[in-house]
């Protein structure tokens, strides 16, 4: 059973479209994030939501609006795309908010805008 | 500023050999360490975690790391790595319970025959 799924893992668009990606997970955990890692590999966090609420919401444009229908489904919606936001957008999870809980990543999501 | 460094960008190692992945923290407050890595087109997942308590911490696949708190290092090791450790390697850190995960740049460990 896979524990942090997301879907699709590829998806291919033109420069100002719509489009989401979706993210469940069946760990029972109360917490999931999306990060963002570009092509030098390098990670950062976008939001994170608690229990359905959201706790993180780092300087991202307003372009990308999380939504949570419950505490297993954390969904990222993108309007407008642009060039840049091509990348591998990453769902993770876990047990308690950030510190000292380990995090649980899905395999990724690779979004190429032409 | 708290931050993690991870000075190498590439580590190329022949199998068999030992192997030590550089992470240093900068913080001014009592810290979570932790090493997580990524194989190729797929997410990451933990190594081992330094909360507390004793200073060598071991992980899975025969990696561990040591907290150092004096020179703020959480070096990871491997005493004889295999061709499938190649990956990339990422130190992170958070400053206590509710804090965000920060991650390192990454370190891309190349195992050759």
């Known amino acids: 059973d896979t524990a942090v799924s997301q879907t699709p893992k590829y998806l291919v668009t033109q420069m100002g479209n719509d489009k989401s990606i979706k993210c469940e997970q069946n760990?029972?955990?109360?917490?999931m994030y999306w990060y963002k890692q570009d092509s030098k590999k390098f990670l950062k966090i976008m939001f994170s939501y608690n229990n359905k609420e959201l706790i993180i919401n780092e300087t991202v444009p307003n372009r990308f609006s999380p939504k949570s229908p419950d505490k297993a489904h954390l969904n990222l919606h993108i309007n407008s795309l642009e060039l840049g936001d091509s990348a591998v957008y990453f769902c993770a999870s876990s047990q308690e908010v950030q510190g000292r809980s380990p995090l649980h990543f899905g395999n990724g999501t690779r979004l190429t805008v032409t | 500023a708290q931050s993690v460094t991870q000075l190498d960008s590439q580590v190329p190692v022949f199998e068999e050999a030992p192997v030590e992945l550089r992470c240093n923290y900068s913080s001014s407050v009592s810290v979570y360490l932790f090493w997580y890595v990524q194989y190729p087109n797929q997410g990451l997942q933990l190594l081992l975690k330094y909360l507390s308590g004793s200073t060598l911490v071991k992980g899975i696949n025969g990696f561990e790391a040591e907290f150092n708190k004096s020179q703020t290092s959480f070096h990871l090791r491997k005493p004889s790595v295999h061709i499938s450790d190649t990956a990339e390697y990422f130190c992170?850190?958070?400053?206590?319970?509710?804090?965000?995960?920060?991650f390192g740049t990454g370190t891309r460990l190349q195992v050759t025959l």
């Open positions: 760990l029972g955990h109360d917490t």
């Open positions: 992170a850190y958070s400053t206590g319970t509710a804090s965000k995960l920060t």
